[in-house]
Each structure stands twice: as C-alpha cells, then as structure tokens.
C-alpha cells in the first residue's frame, strides 16, 4: 500500500510545487503566525533593516516551507534552499552563505538536523553576519574572517526541542504552526482544485478536508488520488460520495488515519494494553523509525485525542480503543 503521510514520490513533489502558495494573500489559516510575520517583515522594509531570522516549527506538510519561500517573496529578494542533513561539514555551509547575496533568505529546512561545527559557525554567521574560515591544520592553521551580505535565515524544524539553546537563542522571531481547521482546508482544495482543473463539488470538500489530518499537504494529495479515482470509475466530479468510495479504497478512514496512524494505535493497544509504553518500543512494535512515529504521526494522533504522552509513555484514550471497534477498559484516559 502506500503511506500517504510518511513518504513522497518526486511526481507527486512536482505537484506540489505547482499548488504552493506564492503571495502571504494565498496563503490560507495561521492567521497568528501570518500577523506577526506581516508586521517583522515590514517593520524591517520600512527601517531598511535585514528582517530577523525566523524559526518556524511543526509538524511536516504544515506550510513551513511555502511561507519561508512567501518571507522572499515580500522581501522581494532570492532565497537560497538548504537542509540540517545536507550541512554535514562546515564547509558545505561557508559555501552556501559566502554566495549570499544582500537581503538573500537562506532557508534551513530539518535545521535541528545541522551537524554541530556547522551549527556553531551559523551562531556568528546569524549575529554578525560573519564567519571563521579555518585554513591548515595543527599548529599553523589560521582563521580567516569572511565577511557575509546580510541575510536572514530562516529556519524550520518538526522538533523545536532538539535545538540547542544558542541557535534557538538567535532566531528573533519563533513561529509554532498549528494543524488547520476542516473549513481551512476546504479552502486550500477549492484553490487546488481550481489550479489542477478538478471538479470538486462543496460536499466532495468537505469530506475530502475532513479526513486530511489538518495538513494541506495531506489534502493536495487526497485530492489527486481522489479525483484519480473520480475519473476512472465515476463522471469526473468530486462529490462526497466519490470521495468516500475513493478514500476508502486508499485506506484513508473516518478520522483521516492512514495505515500507520492506525498500526501505531492497533500496536499501543493490541500489544500493550493501550500502554504506558516508551515511543522506540512503539516504533519497534510498527517496524517504523522513532522519529517517524514522534514527528509524523504522533502530533496528529494527540491532536485528534486518541493518544496522550505521559510521563511513563505513551497511552491510548478511550476515543482510540473505540475507534478501533473495541471497549476501552477502566484506566484508559478520556
Ligand atoms: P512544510 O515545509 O511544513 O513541510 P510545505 O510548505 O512544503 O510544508 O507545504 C506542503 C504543501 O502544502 C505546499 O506545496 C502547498 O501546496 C500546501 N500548503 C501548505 N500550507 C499551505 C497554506 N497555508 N495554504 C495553501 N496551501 C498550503
């Protein structure tokens, strides 16, 4: 089968690029996150300062990304893509932020993945726009300062709490992306839907923003296996029927649990009496990584009230035993 959340294949990414938002006015929910950011940037445009560097953290397929590309746009300036993985020596980052140019973003997706000799050349780089360049090695290496164009960074991350301190430290502005709301994400599908040429009819939204664990992400692509389906077995329309038959057939249930969502819970439950059990032997339980469980699937399964993390682990509600069809027993959390 194919897990709609966890992984993604380069067809599918091309897609997305098509239907991200270009303009904060197309950029739909986190209206809290969208304020504040409106009035950093333009407080900066309007002092002719370089905007502070910006940390935005969540869950993925939240918008992280679209929005940092948004920061470019208003800025009216380029941005520069990078990731924490792909920073593996501090040379891969001197190289990256010497070929800035004034005003540039620099955005750092998986930025708590940053490997540290490069993490601590980034404290100089963000604060004084500056960096060490280490010449040799032993006793006649010698530093060469660089100086850097003025930048921000912007940094994104699906762990804030794997930051160290110093690097959380010199992000001026923090932003936590919240999951959407269903009626939100009817507006990101009505616009997707208008870029792709679908036919989605207002109840085939609101089944379709329903089920699509409060990620525009998960939507765009529920829309497309849906409207797969809408063509090849029915007239074309996106209706709630067809999105039900549809999603169905893409183990997407009620709630918008995809098979691993539901492995997660089926595990908690089925092999540990609905916890508490520690997330690595739940990862182990699902044959997935911990990260994977922690970062993807967690977030939405507490979100939705299904499961809850205690001090001793984790621990499934009484809503996910009934989800599961069976009868919660007494200890279960409400
Ligand atoms: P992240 O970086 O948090 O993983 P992305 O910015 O890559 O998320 O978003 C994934 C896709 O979801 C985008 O390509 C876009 O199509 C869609 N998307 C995300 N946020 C929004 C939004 N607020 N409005 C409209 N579409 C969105």
Redesign the pocket.
Same mark, same amino acid.
């Given at each position: 089968g194919v897990s709609l959340t966890a992984h993604q294949d380069p067809a599918d990414r091309d897609v997305?690029?098509s239907?991200?938002?270009r303009k904060l006015s197309?950029?739909?929910?986190?209206s809290r996150v969208r304020e504040q950011l409106e009035l950093v940037l333009h407080g900066a445009l309007k002092r002719g300062d370089q905007p502070d560097h910006v940390l935005f953290s /969540?869950p993925?397929? !939240? /918008?992280?990304?679209? !929005?940092s590309m948004i920061i470019a746009t208003e800025l009216g300036s380029s941005i520069r893509v990078t990731s924490g993985p792909a920073l593996e020596r501090p040379g891969d980052l001197a190289a990256m932020l010497s070929n800035l140019n004034e005003g540039d973003v620099l955005f750092i997706?998986e930025i708590h993945r940053i490997a540290r000799p490069a993490e601590e050349m980034l404290y100089l780089a963000m604060e004084d726009y500056r960096v060490d360049i280490v010449v040799g090695k032993g006793p006649g290496a010698t530093s060469i300062p660089l100086e850097l164009a003025p930048f921000t960074l912007v940094g994104?991350t699906t762990r804030s709490g794997a930051l160290t301190g110093p690097l959380r430290d010199r992000f001026g502005f923090t932003a936590h992306?919240e999951f959407y709301t269903p009626e939100e994400l009817e507006l990101?599908l009505r616009?997707s839907a208008g870029i792709l040429g679908v036919d989605l009819r207002d109840d085939g939204a609101v089944e379709i923003a329903r089920r699509s664990r409060g990620t525009?992400?998960i939507a765009?692509r529920l829309l497309r296996r849906v409207r797969d389906f809408a063509e090849v077995r029915a007239d074309g329309a996106v209706t709630r029927e067809v999105a039900r038959s549809a999603l169905e057939v893409y183990d997407v249930d009620e709630l918008g649990l995809d098979r691993l969502d539901r492995a997660v819970l089926g595990a908690l439950i089925g092999s540990f009496h609905g916890g508490p059990v520690g997330i690595s032997t739940l990862a182990v339980a699902v044959g997935e990584e911990p990260t994977t469980v922690e970062e993807v699937c967690e977030p939405y399964l507490v979100r939705a009230g299904l499961l809850a993390r205690t001090p001793r682990g984790r621990v499934a509600t009484a809503a996910a035993w009934e989800h599961l069809g069976l009868t919660p027993p007494q200890h279960a959390p409400g």
């Open positions: 997305e690029v239907l991200r938002p197309e950029f739909v929910g986190q /969540g993925p397929g !939240l /918008g992280k990304t679209s !929005l997706d994104a992306m990101v616009r525009p992400r765009n």
